[in-house]
């Protein structure tokens, strides 16, 4: 390198990539600042002192900058754009994630309201013993039928089943050696006086008292029912 020190060479490298850059920056539609014509000058001067060959590597320098330049501002802005996606996605799932917990806990709320609903309805669609008139005597599909009219229906297979273990749906049943009675073989069979006093030749009466008995001592019929299976009496 004769014709400039390697100081100048520097200076004059700098001055043309500089140079080189408000070019392109102008050919890119950027808005040019205003040039001084002496420093313009000047910098062609110190261009025109380096070797040709060496020109196009300045030149080359500059543009391989403007681009390192423009590569990284694109790294940064996809990066921004990703962290700003994954930002709304987030929110978007979160937003998705309560929804879903509402609608559960509202379709839980409807079903608990429909089941006491129906369980209120089965309760009060049952009858009470004394809106049955008397007969002189009942079969046994008749006795059932009045039971699946006074017990609630979820509870009247367990009803159902201690009946048949105690006295097989006969009404008049009685144990010859204890003197159980009726259907649910009370023991004294006065006992089911509390709910008439035609205990001994109506059905609906022993079944309401059979009832109310379960309740009272065990919650329900299929609570007794279970006390049974266990024990073999209740």
Same mark, same amino acid.
């Given at each position: 390198?004769?014709?400039?020190? &390697?100081?100048?060479?520097a200076v004059a490298s700098a001055t043309a990539v500089t140079a080189v850059g408000s070019v392109v920056g102008v050919a890119s539609g950027s808005t040019a600042q205003p040039i001084?014509?002496?420093a313009t000058a000047s910098d062609s001067t110190l261009l025109a002192d380096i070797p040709?060959?060496?020109?196009a590597q300045v030149q080359t320098a500059s543009l391989t900058?403007?681009?390192d330049a423009q590569a990284i501002?694109?790294?940064?802005?996809?990066k921004k754009d990703a962290e700003e996606a994954a930002r709304k996605q987030a929110a978007k799932d979160a937003v998705a994630k309560q929804e879903a917990a509402e609608k559960a806990e509202q379709a839980a709320k409807e079903a608990k309201e429909r089941e006491e609903a129906e369980e209120a309805a089965s309760r009060s669609a049952t009858r009470d013993a004394s809106s049955f008139a008397v007969q002189s005597s009942y079969s046994i599909a008749q006795i059932q039928a009045m039971a699946r009219q006074i017990v609630p229906a979820d509870q009247f297979q367990c009803f159902s089943?201690? &009946?048949?273990h105690e006295s097989d749906w006969n009404y008049k049943a009685v144990n010859p050696s204890s003197g159980?009675?009726?259907?649910?073989?009370?023991?004294?069979?006065s006992k089911m006086s509390s709910v008439g006093a035609d205990w001994q030749t109506n059905p609906a009466t022993q079944i309401q008292w059979g009832l109310n008995y379960m309740n009272d001592r065990y919650d329900s019929p299929c609570g007794a029912w279970?006390?049974?299976q266990a024990n073999h009496w209740y």
């Open positions: 390198m004769s014709r400039i020190s &390697v100081r100048g060479f001084d014509a002496e040709a060959g060496q020109q900058q403007q681009a501002a694109a790294d940064a802005s996809a089943n201690i &009946v048949d159980a009675y009726g259907l649910f073989q009370a023991l004294p069979g279970s006390f049974w």
